[in-house]
């Protein structure tokens, strides 16, 4: 009596396990799953994630059984060789924290050499600190910038001495880019020539 007991329990056992394996449909396998089971992921809910600092938006679902990734791209204007995932044509491939060669130097391989264009050069680009006004892999704003409009330059000209200057009345949110070259020129202040 006590093994016919056993062999009862074993055949139970295994007729839940082809259950748990061999369900017919998605939705009956994952309602016996959650019936036995606490915490089972429904196949049938939306899985959205979003990776810092990344190029894409991953959405996952399962549909009738199959998984269904979309990648939708972000509305970031991206640096090129970030937007090709070519990470080491500006990162050491050993260490992607460190860049391949130092600020401007690298920034230098692809774009204009300021020190070669401009007698006198606006502070960050003398210093080599592009990463001052420009963001290295991406930004909502134009040309990668950190900063739109007077806030870019604000953010380290201080207001009130800029205000001072008379040839400042009335500015209110014109761009400085729109009297002033932010890389250098060759007069103190910058000024394009109109």
Not at 50 to 68: A, H, P, Q, R
Not at 165 to 185: F, L, Q, R, Y
């Amino acid at each position: 009596m006590h093994q016919d007991k056993h062999k009862h329990i074993n055949y139970l056992l295994f007729i839940i396990a082809l259950l748990l394996l061999w369900a017919c449909t998605p939705k009956f396998s994952y309602s016996v799953r959650s019936f036995l089971f606490d915490g089972v992921p429904n196949p049938y809910e939306v899985e959205v994630t979003v990776i810092k600092d990344s190029l894409y938006t991953i959405d996952s679902t399962l549909v009738n059984g199959i998984s269904m990734t979309s990648f939708v791209r972000n509305e970031f204007n991206l640096h090129t060789p970030y937007g090709k995932r070519e990470c080491a044509k500006c990162h050491d491939r050993n260490d992607m924290d460190k860049p391949r060669l130092p600020l401007p130097d690298l920034c230098n391989q692809c774009h204009e050499d300021y020190n070669k264009t401009y007698k006198i050069l606006h502070g960050p680009v003398a210093s080599g600190d592009c990463t001052q006004c420009h963001s290295p892999h991406q930004s909502k704003l134009k040309n990668l910038l950190l900063r739109s409009g007077q806030e870019l330059c604000l953010n380290c000209h201080t207001t009130p001495l800029v205000l001072a200057n008379k040839d400042h009345d009335n500015i209110e949110n014109t761009n400085c880019t729109s009297c002033h070259n932010p890389h250098g020129g060759n007069n103190d202040m910058f000024l394009l020539m109109k």
